[in-house]
């Protein structure tokens, strides 16, 4: 049975208390479209109260520390984001690879604390411009699956992917449908490398610059799974039209 169209936002380092109208509005459009699954990684400062003021969609963190508690002033481990109502945590994305020098073999141990302490796990994963304009993207980010996607006992199941062009972030710029469409069977055929027949079944979201205007044919390419949404997940009316239109898809 394929999974339902996943739509998650990445608040990223934006929002206070006053940003839960925000949260509820969006978990009651969400009711609206019950064929779409819906959730939201507000600062983790917002966790705990967001996971209050909603009742479907799910909340996560957008990282974690790979180790369960210790010394590591400022940082939050898994079992802590579990612990204050997340259900999932992004990890890997491009700004913490870039801004706090992540490597593959972190994420990848980061992912398997997340998956350990019962979260689920967005993995980002994503070429730059300069890689993408030599040829490399797809052997770059075959690269990054193969160096962070976490050991599993069993198959995957709590794993998604997302496939986030590092040039497509915040800009408004999109890769074609073409190279959407290549890349995400490559990601297909790199997890079922990776995983075997469990890899068949991984989400692979898209994200970079989805909007309501460009979501509905980024969300009908094969093998795109959802999206992660950054800047148009800030405000309900935005974020409920791109659920709006993977409910649409749904329906087809
Ligand atoms: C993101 O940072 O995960 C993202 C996809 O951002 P935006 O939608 O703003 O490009």
């Given amino acids: 049975m394929a999974a339902l169209p ?22 009651r459009a969400a009711a609206r479209f019950p064929k779409v699954q819906v959730a939201l990684a507000p600062p983790a400062t917002l966790i705990f109260r967001m996971r209050d003021a909603v009742e479907l969609i799910g909340v996560g963190g957008q990282d974690c520390r790979s180790e369960e508690s210790g010394a590591f002033t400022g940082d939050i481990s898994a079992p802590m984001l579990k612990d204050a109502g997340a259900d ?37 994963v994503g070429e730059t411009e300069a890689q993408r304009d030599a040829g490399d993207a797809i052997a770059v980010v075959a690269a990054q699956l193969e160096g962070s996607c976490p050991r599993t006992d069993g198959a995957p199941e709590k794993l998604s992917i997302a496939y986030e062009p590092v040039w497509a972030i915040g800009t408004g710029r999109v890769p074609s449908i073409e190279d959407v469409a290549e890349m995400h069977a490559a990601i297909r055929a790199k997890l079922v ?30 093998d795109v799974g959802g999206a992660l949404v950054g800047g148009a997940s800030l405000s309900a009316e935005s974020f409920t039209a791109i659920i709006g239109a993977a409910a649409l898809l749904d329906a087809d």
């Fill in 88 to 124: 999932f945590t992004i990890l890997g994305h491009s700004e913490r690879r870039t801004l706090h020098g992540e490597s593959d073999a972190l994420v990848k141990a980061k992912a398997e604390a997340a998956l350990g302490a019962g979260l689920a796990v967005i993995l980002c």
């Fill in 6 to 27: 996943y739509i998650v936002g990445n608040w990223k380092m934006h929002g206070t208390r006053a940003m839960l109208t925000e949260a509820r509005a969006i978990d």
């Fill in 193 to 222: 490398a990776l995983y075997g027949e469990g890899g068949a079944d991984v989400r692979i979201l898209y994200g970079g610059s989805v909007k309501a205007e460009n979501a509905a044919e980024l969300l009908s390419v094969p």
